[in-house]
């Protein structure tokens, strides 16, 4: 149980354009996903956290306008990145877990590694 | 600064060994602790997890924790190549907005490398 998936798995796009990123709960419901980034051999970030039916919370130095969440469900969380510049690839990681329980662990997706050209 | 603090490795182990994992966090107050692994160019896996002071085990891992030391460790019994990975340690915090907005503070993680 507790599964997450994330689509696409992978996406090379050119500069200048934008990208959408989905993550799913497929097994239940999940009021709250996190987005995290991670660089090579560097450790995960948390860049926001994402409210069914309300608006993202972004940690400090995220910017908002550039990484547009939508939680537009209580299964479906999806992060946009804008206008994107090479500076921005990187590994997009998806997590989530059951509603109401809040000490439970977060399940990840497999991840979507952005490369900008 | 809630923090969770790991060695960052790398730890490396023979085959066969026990591998111990350590990790130490700041918040007095943190209600629940996980392990993770992930392989390179991967998304973490949850390993274990454990929310009462004590041992858990599940097969060849084994979480302790001590809350009154603020530590929590991950022992692998019988390490496997295939266990090679980086294993992170992650801590609910005692306040972190309710039901399911309870944010996971990781530490940096520690590489481990089990040799044949």
């Known amino acids: 149980g507790a599964v997450v998936s994330q689509h696409p798995s992978r996406v090379i796009c050119k500069s200048g354009t934008s990208v959408k990123i989905e993550c799913r709960s497929l097994?239940?419901?999940?009021?709250?996903m996190f987005w995290y980034r991670q660089f090579p051999k560097k450790s995960l970030m948390l860049m926001a956290t994402s409210n069914e039916g309300s608006k993202a919370t972004y940690e400090q130095g995220v910017e908002k306008d550039k990484f547009l969440i939508n939680h537009a469900s209580l299964t479906l969380s999806t992060l946009t990145v804008t206008s994107a510049h090479p500076e921005d690839s990187s590994f997009y990681i998806c997590?989530?877990?059951?509603?109401?329980?809040?000490?439970?662990?977060?399940?990840f997706g497999n991840g979507t590694r952005l490369t900008v050209t | 600064q809630k923090e969770v603090e790991q060695n960052s490795g790398p730890l490396s182990v023979p085959e066969g060994a026990i591998a111990s994992l350590n990790c130490t966090y700041s918040?007095?107050?943190?209600?629940?602790f996980f392990w993770y692994r992930q392989y390179s160019g991967k998304s973490p896996e949850l390993i274990m997890f454990i929310y009462s002071n004590g041992d858990k085990e599940d097969g060849r891992f084994t979480a302790q924790l001590n809350k009154a030391s603020q530590y929590v460790s991950l022992l692998i019994r019988d390490s496997q190549p295939s266990d090679s990975a980086t294993y992170l340690c992650a801590v609910t915090p005692r306040l972190g907005g309710g039901g399911s907005n309870y944010k996971l503070t990781f530490g940096k993680g520690t590489l481990l490398t089990v040799n044949p």
């Open positions: 097994d239940f419901q999940a009021t709250t």
């Open positions: 918040d007095r107050g943190s209600q629940s």
């Open positions: 997590s989530a877990r059951p509603s109401g329980q809040g000490l439970a662990p977060l399940h």
